[in-house]
């Protein structure tokens, strides 16, 4: 492995492989490297080197966001290699280059200007891009399920679902201005079977969805609510639940949910209802 910047450059100029579209996750970490060794650099043409390397990767990097836009308005599941390539169930809350890429892909903008959340009621975080990957991946959802994300942000759970699914998503968030950018995401890559609605997750339509995701979204009275809404649904027929963090502790603490697989707050969790 190159040791400092001098090596890092000289590295990432020879490589011609790290050109490849495809090799993004290479890619951002050559970016990253640089970035850390620049910081305690003071040579002036080792800088200027590193810096048009900078701009030359993130070009490619530019190219294939739009090349991956492309396929998806031309209705090919575009994300499907990330997908396939995904590692056994992935841990942790840190995110990783697949975040970039989705980014990169859905172009979203976070609105800074959001209305403060009452108790209970948790700000807006997304769930890491690989977690979401391994819903769609051990989920195999079929054209007659619907997800449901309550507390959607700005709508990446539901697009990814849309995007690469048969089934369809719906987000439900009380912030309209994340709505108004998850609609604007899915008009802008003309992805169908996806909606977003501004609401309390407490109010949403829970006869749409056949499995509901929750990155904890809310906790106390809330979640209690919105538990109970779901097993109202369950009482008479069968749903799903996906969940990933600390709000998957309460979650498989319900009685009348069975988890499928590994429960830990680190990685995806699916329950079934019993
Ligand atoms: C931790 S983020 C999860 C975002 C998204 N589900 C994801 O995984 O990427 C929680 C989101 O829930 C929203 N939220 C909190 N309480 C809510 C409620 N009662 N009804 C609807 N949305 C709510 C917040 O505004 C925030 O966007």
């Given amino acids: 492995m190159p040791a400092g910047l001098r ?34 650099s003071g040579d002036a043409e080792l800088l200027m080197r590193a810096e048009a390397l900078r701009a030359n990767f993130e070009e490619i990097n530019r190219g294939l966001y739009a090349a991956l836009r ?5 209705g090919k599941n ?26 990169g892909v859905l172009g979203l903008d976070e609105p800074d200007d959001v209305a403060p959340l009452p108790p209970e009621m948790v700000f807006y975080q997304p769930t890491p891009a690989r977690h979401i990957f391994e819903l769609i991946r051990r989920a195999g959802l079929s054209e007659h399920e ?26 439900v968030e009380r912030e309209q201005a994340y709505v108004d950018a998850a609609q604007r995401c899915a008009q802008s890559l003309g992805v169908g079977r996806v909606a977003f609605e501004c609401g309390d997750a407490r109010e949403a339509d829970f006869s749409k969805a056949t499995l509901f995701y929750l990155y904890t979204p809310f906790t106390g009275e809330v979640m209690r609510s919105v538990l ?6 369950a009482a008479h027929r069968p749903v799903r639940v996906a969940s990933f963090g600390p709000c998957t502790k309460v979650i498989a603490a319900e009685s009348w949910l069975r988890a499928d697989g590994k429960v830990s707050t680190e990685s995806l969790a699916l329950f079934q209802s019993a």
């Fill in 7 to 40: 090596e890092w450059i000289a590295y990432a100029e020879g490589e011609v492989s790290l050109r490849e579209p495809m090799r993004l996750r290479e890619r951002l970490d050559v970016l990253d490297r640089l970035e850390l060794h620049a910081e305690s």
């Fill in 70 to 74: 492309q396929d998806i308005r031309d």
């Fill in 78 to 103: 575009a994300l499907a290699p990330w997908i396939d390539a995904l590692e056994v169930a992935p841990e942790g809350d840190g995110y990783d280059d697949r975040d970039d890429l989705v980014s």
């Fill in 146 to 171: 619907v997800v449901m994300d309550l507390g959607s942000g700005l709508g990446i759970v539901p697009m990814l679902v849309a995007m690469t699914t048969a089934a369809r998503a719906i987000g």
């Fill in 228 to 233: 109970g809404a779901i097993r109202r649904e």
